[in-house]
């Protein structure tokens, strides 16, 4: 296993379109988590599961953000009609229950047009 | 709420030992994370600390105290390749699983 793996990169998109990204997480780790990171920024917490259950979202997450992780393995996040305050990257952690050491993929940045 | 201060920015000669400080107010703190991300790549661990302290690792160290809400990382013989944002977090140990919270990051100039 290579750790975490985010897709796509980079994304491109207009002010009022829908966009999904995807996380890979490290195999063996039954916690995912979503941050997004603005620059000059440190990551801002968005929601996390533990299996496919999701066990908390911060109120930065809006009603136009949505995340599955529907067999507790990859999760997806929604942005439905993004607008151009949505621009960030956004990155995906993982890690083993309890205290464990949250392992970050590359992440996904996101422009909105 | 949560407030984690630590410097925008600091410069530092390759070889040279620098400190970068991070002070916290959090309720149910159950322990703080350093992380460094190079410009457009993940953040990466360097290192944990829960109980007071200093925890060493190589040429980083971090070091920790609870009841003054204080920690520094130490990196030493610099190299250009330290050079990087660090991030320090504060791990809550309250309903919220184990998210992290950020402070903005301490961008480091390593020069020769």
């Known amino acids: 296993d290579t750790g975490v793996s985010q897709d796509p990169r980079h994304k491109i998109t207009k002010r009022g379109q829908n966009v999904t990204f995807r996380c890979d997480p490290i195999s063996e780790h039954n916690r995912l988590y979503w941050y997004r990171q603005t620059l000059g920024q440190g990551p801002e917490f968005l929601t996390y599961?533990?299996?496919?259950?999701?066990?908390?979202k911060s109120r930065l997450l809006s009603d136009r953000f949505s995340a599955e992780r529907p067999k507790g393995s990859f999760s997806t996040l929604e942005i439905q009609r993004t607008e151009q305050g949505d621009s960030a990257m956004y990155l995906c952690?993982?890690?083993?229950?309890?205290?464990?050491?949250?392992?970050f993929g590359a992440g996904t940045r996101l422009s909105v047009l | 709420g949560q407030n984690i201060d630590q410097p925008t920015e600091m410069t530092a000669t390759e070889g040279a030992i620098v400190q970068i400080n991070c002070t916290y107010q959090t309720s149910g703190f159950n322990g703080l994370f350093w992380y460094q991300q190079h410009a457009g790549e993940a953040p990466t661990f360097l290192s944990y600390?829960?109980?007071?302290g200093l925890e060493e690792k190589g040429r980083f160290s971090s070091f920790l105290s609870r009841s003054k809400g204080y920690s520094y990382l130490l990196l030493k013989e610099l190299q250009m390749k330290d050079s990087a944002s660090y991030l320090c977090a504060v791990h809550r140990a309250t309903g919220g699983g184990n998210k992290l919270t950020f402070g903005t990051g301490t961008q480091l100039k390593v020069e020769l």
């Open positions: 599961f533990q299996n496919e259950a999701q066990l908390e």
């Open positions: 952690a993982s890690s083993l229950a309890g205290a464990g050491i949250q392992y």
């Open positions: 600390n829960v109980l007071d």
